[in-house]
């Protein structure tokens, strides 16, 4: 078994935010079902430890492109999780003013630069990112996740030649959750192995357990370290699984009930919650805790999302184009 090496106040935050996100999605799926979320609304549950083990390993100045189910991400981020559900909800005081919805978060501050509803649209643009990190010699790292039906679009392929031949500073992380919206990967690809695409390209890939927070954490924080000190790029693919439909729209008749019970005997966070028992880090009354803060953020923002007003239609073409021209990759 693999050694922690994480300090308690750390491990203790890595599930605080695994459940934080569990429970923000599974808040979501309600508000969405009774109408107050529209539009598609795609949810990460199952796959919080690609999304913590990963986006933990970065440092303060490094960067995130990533795709549409990607609420987890801007929770992760530091992003508030009721500004996160107010733009699911459409509502002013969301992360994008209640312009983009679910798909569309972005959050400067906090280094999320989407949010992007296109498969594979957003590789260009996080390649394009790396290139002016490396063009100002700066030691930036930009990660740019994506799932692995992405691996099939030619952006996706362009973007990693570019940046092998560029030199430049991605880490590119496959999620890999079995399913694009209903086929899986051995019906799409001509190469079902997705870490192997990447050796196309010339770029070091691996793959990992995305089940497991520690496996992931682990290869991200190396694989993170390995594209500031070289300034090339890495590949990861992490094997994971979502509990719920592609989006909310899915009646799920392309797989069976055994196998998503068979994949939820691995849930990430229990995972981690025996890990951490184990090692004498958490107990029962300290998880009782961190679950009860957790649902009291979730209904915080709730509230908050709810209680939020629209847009004013009278703003509708505000932000289409920025007059700042400092709004670049600067901050
Ligand atoms: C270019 C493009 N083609 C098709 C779609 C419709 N679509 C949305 S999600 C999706 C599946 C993508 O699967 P994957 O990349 O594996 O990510 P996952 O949703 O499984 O996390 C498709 C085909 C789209 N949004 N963009």
Not at 158 to 179: D, G, I, R, S, T
């Amino acid at each position: 078994m693999q050694t922690l090496t994480e300090n308690k106040e750390q491990l203790i935050e890595y599930y605080r935010q695994m459940v934080l996100i569990r429970l923000f999605e599974e808040r979501a799926a309600q508000l969405y079902t009774q109408a107050h979320i529209g539009g598609y609304c795609h949810l990460n549950v199952g796959e919080e430890a690609t999304v913590v083990g990963t986006l933990s390993a970065l440092g303060p100045e490094d960067i995130v492109f990533t795709y549409y189910r990607e609420h987890g991400h801007a929770i992760a981020l530091g992003s508030d999780p009721a500004a996160v559900m107010a733009e699911l909800c459409g509502k002013q005081t969301g992360l994008s003013k209640g312009r983009g919805g679910s798909m569309h978060l972005f959050d400067l501050e906090n280094r999320l630069y989407g949010g992007y509803g296109i498969v594979g649209g957003h590789l260009p643009l996080a390649v394009g990112a790396a290139l002016a990190i490396q063009y100002r010699n700066e030691k930036r790292v930009v990660m740019c996740l994506f799932g692995e039906g992405a691996t099939n679009i030619g952006a996706f392929h362009e973007a990693l030649n570019l940046a092998k031949v560029y030199h430049l500073p991605v880490l590119f992380v496959c999620v890999n959750n079995q399913y694009a919206m209903g086929s899986t990967i051995k019906e799409d690809s001509a190469v079902p192995e997705v870490w192997m695409k990447a050796c196309a390209y010339d770029i070091p890939a691996e793959r990992v357990d995305g089940m497991d927070l520690f496996a992931v954490r682990e290869a991200s924080e190396r694989l993170v370290r390995e594209v500031r000190e070289t300034g090339e790029p890495r590949f990861l693919e992490a094997d994971t699984y979502r509990f719920r439909g592609h989006s909310m729209a899915d009646a799920g008749r392309y797989r069976t009930q055994d196998e998503v019970r068979q994949w939820q005997e691995r849930d990430p966070i229990q995972t981690v919650v025996r890990r951490l028992e184990e090692d004498g880090i958490l107990d029962p009354d300290l998880r009782k805790r961190l679950d009860s803060a957790a649902e009291e953020e979730v209904e915080r923002a709730t509230r908050f999302a709810l209680e939020s007003p629209h847009p004013d239609t009278g703003h509708l073409s505000d932000y289409l184009y920025t007059e700042d021209e400092e709004t670049t990759i600067a901050n």
